[in-house]
């Protein structure tokens, strides 16, 4: 069984940055799909980053050369560093995993708990 454990979120102003960690146990990332996902409250949850190769990453067009999706494979940890924080970022982050591919559906296997950013402006 997969486990996957965020942290690292938090509240910044506009404008700032945080870097996510999603440590994952009960399996290699190199054996899954791996993403991240927000959710906003009321609102379905939404793909932010998928790997879909090892150093084969794709973004949704709203987060595009703001954040970036890395991994340490020693660590077995999945990074999510975000930077130009707008407002709009305001969710609760989540990392998931898959044997198979599920692009931007969110019908991942495995899930984390969430972690929740504020941006404020």
């Known amino acids: 069984q997969v486990t996957m454990v965020e942290s690292g979120g938090g509240s910044v102003q506009s404008g700032g940055s945080l870097n996510l960690s999603c440590r994952v146990s009960?399996?290699?990332?190199?054996?899954?799909?791996v993403a991240w996902f927000r959710q906003v409250e009321g609102k379905e949850r939404e793909g932010v980053a998928i790997?879909?190769?090892?150093?084969?990453?794709i973004y949704a067009e709203s987060v595009q050369g703001r954040f970036t999706f890395t991994q340490d494979v020693a660590k077995n940890t999945l990074y999510l560093q975000m930077n130009s924080l707008k407002p709009e970022d305001t969710a609760t982050y989540y990392c998931?995993?898959?044997?198979?591919?599920?692009?931007?559906?969110?019908?991942?296997?495995?899930w984390g708990q969430g972690t929740r950013v504020v941006v404020s402006s």
């Open positions: 009960g399996g290699s990332i190199k054996s899954y799909f």
């Open positions: 790997r879909i190769s090892n150093g084969i990453v």
């Open positions: 998931a995993a898959d044997r198979a591919y599920d692009g931007w559906s969110p019908n991942y296997s495995f």
